[in-house]
DNA sequence: GGTATATTTGCAAATGATTCGCAAATTGCC
DNA sequence: GGCAATTTGCGAATCATTTGCAAATATACC
């Protein structure tokens, strides 16, 4: 493991939330150059020690976020408003995934799930409000 | 409902898998401009006359797909060895959903989920050679 | 039906995330 | 510690998607 790629999975393992490439990048700048942070993100995901999936964001667009694999697979919900991630702890689709290889006759190697809409911190400020508050920068 | 908007529509309902916005350019060459499909794509999501996704695919990269809505809403398995999608019939994620937002507190307005692997045309051409082959262009 | 106003379209160029080529630096191995 | 293999930095290229603006089309109104 380089020094890069290692400082690329430990920013991945100090967030709680999936970090875009873009994010990463930021929080690497100085450390190594946004090509290799794109690189490292490619081999750790080749060597299962994180896992990614393509979200589309108002605020950020079309972006491939990263999480560390050293909790189990998991899936997040998106909230359209304050643009964070919630942990929805560890994935539940095990069952609907056997049926449907059984169904139809497939291998499924992989899935990508997530939910969005509005978290709970921003639903309760839209009590208040007429609407919830545009994310801190 | 404009021409141009009708002809990207009925592209989409003509079609049965999703389609990347490139394809509905490919297929609209002569009829209407690029950006102007691209308009329309968004235009037909937010009336709710179409749904889409975002999938990373080996062979084409990062692109959106869109379905027509005229089918309740539906799941796609992504085969990996000939790139196309299988129909995995409407989705069957509710209870799924409802659980977490009781247990979390979200509000879930939209949900992304696909899976992908090798189909069972694939599987069985694996059977007999080394490996699948290439999808045709 | 004919015209004024609002919306949509085409074109060409811009944007933003991601990738690539290549020379220099780092890593893993003996 | 020295060398072949791999990775990195830098800058430029790529690709999907978006945008500005003038012309064309649609819709509202008389």
Redo the contacts between chains.
């Keep these: 493991m380089t020094r890069a790629r290692a400082a690329v999975l430990s920013a991945l393992e100090a967030s709680a939330e999936p970090l875009s490439a873009s994010r990463v990048v930021g929080k690497l700048e100085g450390v190594c150059d946004q090509a290799t942070v794109y690189r490292a993100l490619h081999y750790l995901e080749e060597a299962r020690l994180a896992e990614s999936f393509?979200?589309?964001c108002s605020q950020h667009g079309?972006e491939?976020y990263y999480a560390s694999s050293k909790a189990a697979h998991r899936h997040w919900?998106h909230c359209?408003s304050c643009h964070r991630f919630?942990d929805?702890g560890a994935c539940?689709?095990g069952g609907?995934?056997a049926d449907?290889e059984k169904e139809?006759?497939?291998?499924?190697?992989?899935?990508?799930?997530?939910?969005?809409?509005?978290?709970?911190d921003c639903?309760a400020h839209a009590d208040c409000s007429a609407h919830a508050v545009k994310a801190a920068p």
Excluded: D, P
């Design positions: 393509v979200l589309y079309v491939r919900f359209e919630v929805l539940r689709l609907l995934i449907v139809m006759g497939l291998r499924v190697s992989r899935h990508t799930l997530y939910l969005s809409g509005i978290c709970a639903a």
